[in-house]
DNA sequence: ACAACTCACTTTCAAAATTAAAGTGACTAT
DNA sequence: ATAGTCACTTTAATTTTGAAAGTGAGTTGT
């Protein structure tokens, strides 16, 4: 996890979380190897939201860059791999949860319960009140 | 906070708060609005990670339309704005602290105190400054 | 008066990122 | 042999970004 500090936009660490996670797909991801058991590349892949595929392998390369995410061969002839967080990356769990909270409280979204595997559904369709 | 306009790419509210607040600016402004006291364009735009103009000007017009930030004329001829968070824009606290709490954790940015107004200089991977 | 300056943007345009689709390579199943 | 699966990579069009320059309303200095 020791990046070089030049590689950050600033000292900020709101600035250097989002020069690392801050895009539309990244968290999708982690919170798909967090709490959906999604673990293959196609299992990622397959996520209501689409990523498409050379973007899915670029982030991966990124999380497993950052330490945040590690793969392993499932499989040999082909080698076929399996993704999972690292310890690292089990620690975004708690901004996973305030990021959802945030979307279900003002912008309608579902709120998963991770100890249930649950989503509730959510109180109104397309906003809050 | 705004009408049905949105249309997110699914129901979970982790993509939805993605959808609206997932890039490398947007959270940067809520952070100086919510804490660093920068309320005009200008001053918005002097914070050090350097945020082009059109951007600002881009994200300012989103964030109001999705009722997070509002502005006021603060002059007439020729007219001037000064930007604030609403409520629901203040809503938003908890999450920027979880995203500093996490980058300082693993990115070694600096700790702002939102009480005191002070950055406590960090201790992680990076070293000190 | 007139030029210089401030602020809050907008415009321009090249570079980078995203998107959707198609292609590749190693294998397995029929 | 043919088709299919999986994990990608490549390609090409579109969109977003980033840096710089430009604009317009007004103020300040000489």
Redesign the interface.
């Known amino acids: 996890?020791?990046?070089?500090?030049t590689q950050?936009?600033?000292?900020?660490?709101?600035?250097?979380?989002?020069?690392?996670l801050?895009?539309?797909?990244t968290?999708?991801v982690v919170?798909d190897l967090m709490w959906h058991g999604k673990h293959t590349f196609q299992e990622l892949q397959a996520s209501?939201?689409h990523i498409a595929a050379n973007l899915l392998s670029e982030r991966l390369k990124r999380l497993m860059a950052l330490g945040l995410v590690a793969r392993e061969a499932y499989q040999d002839r082909p080698v076929r791999y399996r993704y999972a967080l690292t310890e690292?990356g089990r620690?975004?769990e708690?901004?996973?949860l305030?990021?959802?909270?945030?979307?279900?409280?003002?912008?309608?979204?579902?709120?998963?319960d991770p100890r249930t595997g649950r989503t509730v559904a959510?109180a109104s369709?397309?906003?809050?009140q």
């Open positions: 996890m020791s990046q070089p500090q950050f936009r600033s000292r900020c660490s709101i600035a250097r979380t989002l020069d690392v801050g895009d539309k797909w968290l999708l919170r209501e939201e690292a620690s975004l708690g901004l996973l305030q990021i959802m909270g945030w979307g279900h409280a003002h912008l309608g979204g579902g709120l998963y959510d369709p397309d906003g809050p």
